[in-house]
């Protein structure tokens, strides 16, 4: 059939009537977007699987009080360094005779929020800083984004330390800390991401439809920067898990005895020779979480973009 | 100065867009006139740089920067669109001016299906809701020759081949039924069956919609195929024009005459093509009188000095040449 010649009116195509409420009807029978989304990310089994790994352990930190065995805080002397598989005690003791399975149940909420929650926050502002600027250009992306280089002259550390040691001791100051330290680099994931997007055609042709420019910022460009900064921020989690167990050890963020992975890891230093276990189970624990993000994050970037689908 | 059309729906007039850069102006369109009627399909046709696109961009007010209009008038149903303001030509752009570019797949926003894409502009312009909106993209794939048009709404811009892509363009720029369709080389990333497939379509839309149209190429075949009149454009400037029967068959100007000669002819294999030798000039130093002149065979010395006018001849037909054919 030639396609020239193909009705232009509500003429039956092969030659049967469709009646017309039921072509209706499977016009909108689509999926909602998150049916779409979720249908694409449920595919993704190893996305899943960090997803639900990530969830369960948010889920057991949440429990800690109910569900952890033993006090964090207290230590059994007689049994200090006690290794895995000690009767009353899963996971073994450390130094100072605690319980590493309780302290790790707590530790949990510590780390993940301190992780969590400044990449979740940094991305927010870096996504809107990077693409006011990098959609106006001019003098707003030379405002913004000098501003933001000014970050790069310090090593990301030792500015949060500086940071932190301003602002003093405290969970909520070393979130914050984290924070500033992101918004540098993941304002510049956005900001390549938003230059790149602005120059193409689709962006032109939004124009000649006579879009106004919120509309094609936020219509057209923001949905096709958010997969580059969604990986980035994911990559993030891992390191800020570390990053935020470093400044703890340095005596600027949670303090001891509060426990908190990267502190259990670094308290077990001086036994690494005769009980590996002490640094290695919060070890594990923190690299099983870091690339359960990752995971996740490239899961949701291929859920997300409609032509990485499967 | 334009030919004299009483019912232009589009008349460009003595346009002169230029690209100031740091150390040089880049004349892309230097003295530009034609003029389109109601249901009229014109084809601007020249070599890549003649400043085909950057005329059809300012007649939307969207020349990219550092670009800029200088002078003329661009008249729009009557009304100067240089004079607009910038919330008017919004008004103006996808509603009653839509544009098509060169190639569906870049100018179709991945992120979302073909349905949402389509009803943008008729949210935009027509202030129809979702629902209506989809049901009239559907309408409009329809309209467009697309098959099973409930189906490919919600399919993205990559599911799609190209032909297919590009009449999904078509149907978003004719969403909000314009009075004039511009088309940047919308042919030329598609094979030749697509390609005429594309024309017959577009021919067809015209005679049911009666809109104009606009179309940008550089293959003279699309133009014998597709158009009614021509615009030979060369170094931004307006060589020749008219009926495309006209043009084509008896060409007075040595441009038009050396850019048929340029094309393969069928059944003719022992003859060769003929290429126009050297280059079109560097925009931003145009030499003064014709500039074709330095590549012209029938070049005189005057054609080097003195400024050639663009001198019409009844029923639109103009050409710009101190020694024009007969």
């Known amino acids: ?310 | 100065m334009s030919p004299a059309v009483s019912d232009a729906l589009l008349e460009v007039d003595d346009l002169h867009t230029h690209f100031h850069l740091k150390n040089k102006t880049v004349r892309a369109v230097n003295g530009v006139s034609f003029a389109i009627k109601r249901g009229e399909i014109v084809g601007i046709a020249g070599e890549s740089g003649a400043g085909k696109s950057v005329a059809c961009l300012s007649i939307l007010r969207l020349v990219p920067s550092p670009g800029r209009i200088e002078r003329g008038r661009i008249l729009f149903a009557g009304e100067d669109l240089l004079t607009k303001s910038d919330r008017q030509m919004r008004d103006l752009r996808g509603q009653t001016v839509s544009m098509v570019f060169e190639d569906p797949l870049n100018s179709l926003d991945p992120a979302y299906t073909v349905g949402s894409l389509i009803g943008e502009a008729l949210t935009l312009h027509k202030g129809l809701s979702k629902r209506e909106a989809r049901k009239k993209a559907g309408e409009l794939l329809r309209l467009v020759g697309i098959p099973d048009p409930e189906r490919r709404l919600d399919n993205y811009a990559h599911e799609l081949s190209g032909g297919m892509q590009q009449r999904v363009m078509i149907a978003i720029a004719l969403s909000c039924d314009p009075a004039l369709l511009i088309a940047d080389n919308p042919t030329t990333a598609l094979d030749v069956t697509i390609q005429i497939q594309i024309l017959d379509l577009v021919k067809q839309l015209r005679d049911r919609l009666g809109m104009g149209v606009l179309w940008i190429t550089h293959d003279l075949g699309v133009v014998a195929k597709l158009c009614d009149r021509v615009v030979i454009m060369y170094a931004g400037e307006v060589m020749e024009q008219g009926r495309v029967y006209d043009v084509l068959k008896h060409p007075r100007h040595p441009y038009t005459r050396r850019l048929i000669d340029a094309l393969p002819k069928l059944g003719r294999p022992d003859q060769r093509l003929m290429p126009i030798e050297g280059r079109p000039p560097d925009p931003a130093n145009l030499p003064a009188g014709c500039p074709f002149a330095p590549r012209c065979h029938k070049a005189r010395a005057e054609c080097g000095t003195t400024e050639v006018p663009l001198v019409e001849s009844g029923d639109g037909r103009a050409v710009r040449c101190l020694f024009p054919e007969d």
């Not at chain 1, 992780?115 to 990098?134: D, E, K, N, W």
């Not at chain 1, 914050?176 to 330290?181: G, K, Q, R």
């Open chain 1, 1 to 310: 059939m030639s396609v020239v010649n193909l009705p232009l009116k509500d003429e039956p195509v092969d030659g049967r009537v469709l009646p017309l409420d039921a072509a209706e009807a499977r016009m909108f029978r689509r999926p909602s977007e998150w049916r779409i989304f979720w249908e694409a990310f449920s595919r993704d089994h190893l996305a899943v699987g960090a997803a639900a790994l990530i969830g369960l352990v948010c889920l057991i930190s949440a429990l800690a009080p109910a569900l952890s065995p033993y006090d964090p805080t207290v230590g059994d002397n007689a049994l200090r360094l006690a290794p895995v598989g000690t009767p009353g005690h899963l996971l073994g003791l450390d130094g100072q005779g605690r319980d590493i399975l309780s302290r790790l149940i707590w530790g949990g909420q510590v780390s993940i929020i301190i992780a969590l929650l400044p990449v979740t926050v940094a991305s927010l502002i870096s996504v809107l800083l990077g693409l006011v600027a990098g959609f106006f250009g001019g003098k707003v992306d030379m405002v913004i984004m000098r501003t933001l280089d000014v970050f790069f002259a310090f090593p990301a550390v030792l500015l949060a330390v500086a940071i932190a040691g301003v602002l003093g001791p405290g969970m909520l100051n070393v979130m914050l800390s984290l924070t500033i330290v992101l918004i540098p680099y993941i304002s510049r994931v956005a900001y390549m991401a938003t230059v790149t997007v602005k120059s193409e055609l689709f962006v032109d042709q939004a124009r000649v439809s006579g879009a106004r420019p919120s509309q094609i910022l936020f219509h057209h460009i923001l949905p096709n920067t958010l997969s580059p900064v969604i990986v980035y921020g994911s990559t993030l989690v891992g390191i800020l898990i570390v990053l935020g167990a470093g400044l703890s050890f340095l005596g600027l963020g949670i303090t001891p005895p509060r426990p908190d992975w990267g502190i259990m890891c670094s308290d077990g230093r001086n036994f690494l020779s005769v009980a590996p276990h002490v640094s290695a189970v919060p070890g594990i624990m923190l690299i099983l979480v870091a690339m359960s993000f990752n995971i996740v994050g490239d899961g949701l970037r291929d859920a997300l973009d409609p032509k990485l689908r499967r």
